[in-house]
């Protein structure tokens, strides 16, 4: 009977702490307290530890342990160190660094009691100038009811010395370095052969539970008070067994009788000295319990915050479903409409005009019937002014009497800024899409259209018809001497070639009428960098081709080449501010945000082809330099051209790279209009032998070259060859032998390798078909750059920027802040001017062309003439500038060609870098 009566008994004092079935391995923090919990040889017991061990090795748990002392674990907790902390004392107070287990679920209950080494000790008077010694953060000496508080309340002067753990207190006593000590009275049930006294002080009776950390699952939480729930309410369970096996070994010592007895009396006088108490400091008394009710108030609050905090970034609404505001929870209240006091117990349609207030009430009503989230985005005219949101409404039963909703406001002002700025470029990006001449169509794999421009329909002469969904083959019917030409499809889709038609080819109208047009075709990616479609852009040139036959001063064909290269400097504005503000959202953590960025990306990657068609076409430009490998140019050019013929290539390369410093887009047309000719000349089938050779020039060559090493390209045909009467003529502008040639491809040819100090001339020896002869100066030593790249964010560079260009201003300033530098924006060279007499800067970048202002080439002079050493970078959309080719020469130290990429601007950067370091 007895047995029982001590197990009822500690009933009384013990519920449970539950766990979860989850994937992580948690850091588990336990200290040596027993017999709740046993730390020996970095192996732990007790029955604490093993409530816990069973919980996790049912629900699956994984974790590991931690041990160490109470106050450095407890505090390793508060930092997020580690996961969960056992064994602790429930309180109030502590909820503001941990989460526990639910107090109605304690393991145990226990108390502090005070040892001392003498019987002296008989009241909390007697503590007066004793020496304390209590373990730091120990819930019997801070809690509110603790041994802290009682020396307060009686004024009590004391020494308190602060040990790690219970087994420092004890020891210290022992070597009388303290009066008196503080443990658990659970403590005390193991010590033995110890001679200290146990006095009749006991304080701040607690709950035993485990402990968590701040940002530990509150789910995950109710799935530990679940599992303590139901072996609470299993007398067979594991916990008594446990808790009879403590029993016996801790209690059975004592006898029941003698147990029981002293327990009455120890009751009794604690309740005699708390009435005591309250008799002598009734207003101390009265003040506490107000506090304590308060205190209550307040943890029950902040239990229930804890179920709906894991998803609240910013503001928490409590409504029920009248729409009253019952809880706010936000450190901003610069985010609602009123003070938190003014809101509280209000209704919505009190607050907001009545459009707004029913459209939440809507939701409010509609989360609660269906049982499920729902999801609102808005805007609201708030204390800080107009902010956008994304309410989450969620049913919640948190005991009040009407139904309640907690409703998560979630501040995306700034994604939405974001969002907005990329549909505005986006929607730029489409406007000069719509604004080109050239038709874009777009298609899946099925062939069906997906896309299309408004230049597209009007060289269809099909403004007014909507094209998606049908047929590619059904709109574009392509010609070429009355036969069928087949765009290569199947390539694209399978290799991700990119090129174009064949010349002279002929698109047929819906009405039969013929239309000569210019086209290139290329993979369309998707998100995941797969190939999910094409692109086909074409444009009419049939009226281009008559004016072109009537063209034979190259000064016309001039102008045209400036007004190229002044659209696709405009152009490459436009994408270079869009490339800027894709680079930043590509970075951002939304998918659905970063996925937008990639996209535009591409397309603006795409859209740069055109740029360099209209570069290409204007024919004119200085070439921008870089040492490069001619092979690979060659070899890339028949790819592309030869690519689905049935000509015979041969090639005699010499066996290293054969390196010149050139433009690869400009020597590229050179070998494209070869090889196109070569193709034409030899009706798709034949032989073209392309061979590389190394020649050295003496000052007296026939080239009229400068001396030194030349590397030698032939390209030879297998076709009828150029009649002699005709050689002299084949590098003049608009001059063909073709029917509906238009004469520009050996001109452009001759054009590009005279820029590059070079000759091509036709070789009139040659045996059989057509053989022309390039000669390009050779470039001795390693033409790749090797260098280590540095990490822009360790340095703190002073960066200015000069454009005349608000978009392109503003997007470079927030692209170049991302990469760790402090950036200053101008719009002429004036300011960039009073810019550097307040501020040093570490690089400077300025844009070619300023409109009403100052431009780069004569800002970089007057810098210069104040600090030589200042590193500027000129920018432009002119790649075909002399002053971009040849930047040196004008006083910059680098050049960037909009639209430039994120990776562009770090290798800038890193050149600057590595520029510094040379001068240390």
């Given amino acids: 009977m007895l047995s029982r009566f001590m197990l009822f008994f500690a009933f009384l004092f013990i519920l449970f702490y539950p766990d979860f079935n989850y994937a992580k391995t948690f850091k588990v923090g336990i200290w040596h307290n027993p017999p709740l919990s046993y730390v020996e040889h970095d192996k732990v017991s007790g029955f604490v530890v093993d409530i816990f061990k ?68 008989k009241s909390v008077l007697d503590l007066e100038e004793k020496r304390i010694l209590v373990v730091n953060n120990d819930i019997f000496f801070e809690g509110l009811q603790g ?94 067994k446990r808790l009879n096996f403590l029993l016996n070994n801790y209690v059975e010592n004592y006898n029941y009788s003698i147990f029981i007895i002293i327990l009455i009396i120890l009751t009794g006088i604690s309740l005699f000295l708390f009435i005591f108490n309250k008799y002598l400091h009734n207003k101390v008394e009265v003040k506490t319990a107000e506090l304590k009710e308060a205190l209550q108030k307040l943890s029950e609050s902040e239990l229930r915050l804890n179920l709906i905090l ?13 729409g009253t505001y019952l809880e706010i ?11 938190k006091e003014n809101l509280l117990g209000k209704k919505i349609d009190e607050v907001m005009d009545g459009a707004k207030a029913r459209e939440f009430m809507s939701v409010i009503k509609k989360a609660i019937e269906t049982n499920e989230m729902q999801i609102l985005r808005y805007e609201l005219d708030v204390k800080g002014g107009y902010e956008y949101f994304e309410g989450r409404v969620i049913p919640i039963e948190l005991g009040y009497p009407k139904k309640t909703v907690a409703w998560y406001a979630i501040d995306i002002t700034e994604l939405k800024n974001a969002m907005d700025k990329v549909i505005e470029e986006k929607e730029k990006l489409n406007a000069i899409l719509k604004s080109i001449s050239e038709g874009v169509i777009g298609i899946d794999k099925s062939m069906k259209i997906i896309f299309y421009n408004d230049a597209a329909l009007d060289i269809l002469k099909l403004r007014g018809f909507n094209l998606l969904g049908k047929d590619f083959g059904d709109v574009i ?100 501010a869009i490339r800027n503000y894709a680079n930043l959202l590509a970075n951002y953590e939304d998918n659905y945000v970063r996925n937008i960025a990639i996209g535009i990306d591409k397309i603006v990657e795409q859209s740069v082809g055109i ?25 890339n050019c028949i790819e592309i051209v030869l690519s689905g013929t049935a000509i015979e290539v041969k090639t005699d390369f010499l066996e290293e790279p054969i390196i010149c410093e050139v433009d690869p887009h400009q020597l590229a047309q050179v070998f ?37 090493k030349y590397v030698e390209i032939r390209v030879k045909d297998s076709g009828p060859g150029i009649p002699y009467e005709l050689s002299d003529k084949i590098f003049e502008p608009y001059f063909s032998t073709k029917e509906k040639g238009h004469g520009l491809g050996l001109a452009v040819c001759y054009s590009i390798i005279k820029k590059h100090n070079g000759i091509i001339y036709l070789n009139q020896g040659a045996d059989k078909g057509a053989e022309f002869v390039i000669l390009l100066k050779s470039f001795e030593g390693s033409y790749l750059e090797s260098f280590k790249q540095e990490t822009v964010s360790d340095y703190k560079l002073q960066v200015l920027y000069m454009d005349d260009e608000k978009m392109l201003r503003d997007s470079f300033g927030m692209l170049i802040k991302s990469l760790g530098c402090e950036v200053r924006v101008t719009k002429s ?44 970078v000129v920018t432009s959309g002119y790649s075909d500038n002399d002053a971009i080719s040849n930047y040196k020469k004008y006083g910059f130290d680098d050049c960037l060609i909009k639209p430039f990429s994120l990776d562009e601007i770090k290798r800038i950067i890193d050149r600057y870098l590595r520029n510094e370091k040379k001068k240390i």
Avoid at 611 to 635: A, H
Avoid at 829 to 848: R, Y
């Fill in 611 to 635: 740029t360099k068609q209209l570069l290409t076409f204007s024919k004119g430009g200085e070439p921008v330099k870089k040492k490069v490998d001619i092979i690979n140019i060659i070899e």
């Fill in 672 to 708: 494209t209009n070869l090889l196109l000719n070569a193709r034409d000349a030899i009706k798709n089938k034949g032989e073209i032998v392309i061979t590389t050779n190394k020649k050295l020039l003496d000052e007296n060559n026939v080239f009229g070259l400068s001396s030194g």
């Fill in 310 to 322: 894991n998803s609240a970034p910013h503001v928490i609404f409590i409504f029920d479903e009248d």
């Fill in 477 to 576: 019917k392509i010609y070429k001497n009355g036969k069928k030409v087949n765009i290569p499809f199947k390539d694209i889709f399978d290799k991700g070639i990119k090129g174009k038609l064949e010349n002279d080819c002929i698109l047929k109208l819906h009405d039969g009428s013929p239309i000569y047009i210019g086209d290139s075709f290329a993979p369309l990616f998707d998100a995941k960098s797969k190939i999910s479609g094409a692109v086909f852009v074409f444009n009419d040139i049939t009226e281009k081709r008559l004016v072109e036959s009537r063209l034979y001063q190259t000064k016309q064909f001039e102008s045209i080449g400036k007004f190229a290269g002044g659209l696709a400097h405009d152009f490459n504005n436009y994408l270079a």
């Fill in 54 to 121: 069973y919980i996790a090795e049912k629900e699956n748990i994984k974790y590991e342990i931690v041990t160490g002392n109470w106050n450095g674990l407890y505090e390793e907790l508060v930092k997020g160190n580690i996961d969960i902390f056992l064994p602790i004392g429930y309180s109030d107070e502590r909820l503001k660094y941990m989460k526990f287990s639910s107090p109605d679920f304690p393991l145990l209950t226990n108390w502090g009691q005070i040892v001392s080494v003498d019987k002296s000790i």
């Fill in 329 to 339: 929870i936000t450190s901003n209240e610069g985010l609602l409409f009123d003070f």
């Fill in 147 to 240: 041994l802290k508080s009682n020396l307060k309340s009686f004024n009590i002067k004391s020494n308190i010395i602060v040990e790690e753990d219970y087994d420092q207190v004890i020891s210290g006593l022992i070597k009388r370095e303290g009066d008196a000590g503080l443990v658990s009275r659970l403590y005390l049930l193991q010590m033995k052969d110890v001679k200290l006294y146990k006095t009749n002080l006991i304080f701040n009776p607690v709950k035993i539970v485990f402990a968590f950390n701040r940002n530990f699952d509150g789910n995950i939480i109710s799935k530990i008070n679940n599992e303590l729930k139901n072996l609470i309410e299993n007398r067979d369970s594991y916990y008594y």
């Fill in 829 to 872: 060279g004036e300011e960039v001017l009073e810019a550097i007499k307040d501020e040093k800067f570490d690089m400077i970048f300025l844009d070619l062309t300023i409109i009403g202002g100052m431009g780069g080439i004569e800002t970089v002079k007057k810098i210069k003439e104040e600090d030589p050493g200042l590193y500027v």
